[in-house]
């Protein structure tokens, strides 16, 4: 264990020194994400807006009570399934395949630039959500706010370990990205992001307190749609399923590193 912290360390130092190439990545995934389009990175964020807009208008008319501003608690909660979705879909190491097996430079740079290249989007979001919430008269807890950033890195950091994970795993059993597409298209129904936690009952109930992706999203609930300081639960466990996410896929990452550009 204390082999795998060292080795930890020396990938942060690692990415720090090769920053430059970090950067060029995360600018080479989102031009060429968008190239020949008008409005270029605006659609990183234009599916989730439309799928807010969406589900606004359904759930308004069609729930027995309609929930208060609920365009606030589905975008609360919508970027960061959104996000945490896309990054664990598996094909981060297999998209830059090209650097890994080309070019020398410390491997889970690839991987951290997928993720932080999505995670840009959840930035502008939330930035954007906020002015509404703020231009709208809406209640702001600015003490529970200085906890917004802390549980953004927290997603960050949660993200960037299962990718990590799945991204190795994928490259050598390639079922497994197949699944992780599939299975992340069924997680905006067992996480609270159009229905209320306290709604689900049985085995919903069950699925949506076991599925850590409702960790990170009531706390963004608590803070934005709520405007209450976060239940202390949410952010315990968001701490631990962090920490666990990075060290697994640390684990996994560095333990089948070298091997990545024979398979690939």
Not at 189 to 196: A, H, K
Not at 245 to 250: F, M, P, Q, R, V
Request: aromatic residues 16%; positive net charge; charged residues 10%.
């Amino acid at each position: 264990m204390m082999n795998l912290f060292a080795r930890m360390a020396q990938s942060m130092r690692d990415v720090h020194e090769n920053r430059g190439i970090l950067l060029a990545l995360i600018r080479r995934n989102t031009a060429g994400r968008y190239k020949s389009t008008y409005v270029g990175f605006i659609w990183h964020m234009l599916f989730p807006l439309l799928t807010i807009a969406v589900l606004t208008i359904t759930f308004t008319y069609i729930r027995p009570r309609p929930l208060e501003d609920f365009w606030i608690y589905l975008a609360a909660g919508m970027f960061p399934v959104t996000f945490i979705s896309n990054s664990l879909r598996g094909n981060a190491i297999t998209r830059g395949a090209q650097y890994i097996t080309k070019m020398k430079f410390p491997r889970e740079i690839v991987v951290i630039a997928s993720v932080l290249t999505d995670f840009l989007g959840v930035i502008f979001a939330y930035m954007f959500i906020i002015m509404i919430i703020m231009l709208s008269g809406q209640y702001v807890n600015w003490i529970g706010f200085i906890i917004l950033p802390i549980e953004l890195l927290l997603m960050l950091l949660f993200s960037i370990g299962c990718s990590m994970a799945i991204s190795t795993v994928t490259v050598f059993v390639k079922d497994v990205g197949y699944f992780m597409n599939v299975f992340m298209r069924l997680v905006i129904w067992i996480t609270p992001t159009f229905f209320l936690a306290s709604e689900a009952q049985g085995l919903l109930g069950t699925i949506v307190w076991w599925n850590p992706f409702t960790y990170y999203v009531e706390t963004f609930h608590d803070l934005l749609y709520y405007g209450i300081f976060p239940h202390v639960e949410y952010l315990a466990m968001s701490l631990i399923l962090t920490t666990s996410a990075l060290i697994i896929g640390a684990w996994v990452f560095f333990h089948y590193e070298k091997k990545l550009p024979e398979v690939l």
